[in-house]
């Protein structure tokens, strides 16, 4: 895969990658996309704290230091959560059986016109409002 354009990621995605789960290459293929300015990767900060929570409960609190500390190094943009995007998660949440943090993850791709990158089988919900990178899961 030749990544074009701009990315999402959302926590399955950043998860798989800190993990070197499976799906992990091609979220570092998207990473590397992004370092080469060839276009953007971004993260919502709620998706940011949904996976150093699940890290903490699953791993421990320096484990989620360390994750951080990871992130923080990534040519990733963080995106605040301000009033209109949290309005705008709460329309989708209010329309799509989607967690909240995923909503977060589909606001972000609409105003970025950025694809999501997920292996998340929730986002199928959604695949009609954005274009979704599929990891292999």
């Known amino acids: ?10 926590s399955f995605a950043l998860l798989a990658y800190l993990a ?9 293929e998207v990473l590397e996309h992004g370092q080469r300015h060839a276009g953007s990767v971004r993260l919502s900060v709620i998706n ?7 890290i903490e409960r699953e791993q421990g609190l ?10 923080e190094q990534l040519s990733v943009e963080v995106a605040s959560a301000d009033r209109v995007r949290t309005f705008a998660a709460a329309h989708i949440k209010a329309h799509y059986k989607v967690s909240f943090a995923d909503a977060f993850a ?20 959604v ?3 954005i274009p979704i990178l599929w990891l292999p899961c």
Do not use: W
Not at 108 to 124: I, M, Y
């Open 48 to 54: 940011l704290g949904e996976c150093v929570y699940i």
């Open 1 to 10: 895969m030749k990544p074009l354009g701009n990315y999402v990621l959302d």
């Open 127 to 129: 695949e009609k409002l």
């Open 62 to 71: 320096a484990a989620a230091h360390k994750a951080i500390a990871a992130i």
């Open 106 to 125: 589909i606001v972000l791709a609409q105003e970025s016109a950025a694809t999501v990158v997920t292996g998340d089988p929730e986002f199928k919900e």
């Open 20 to 28: 070197d789960e499976r799906g992990a290459g091609l979220v570092r």
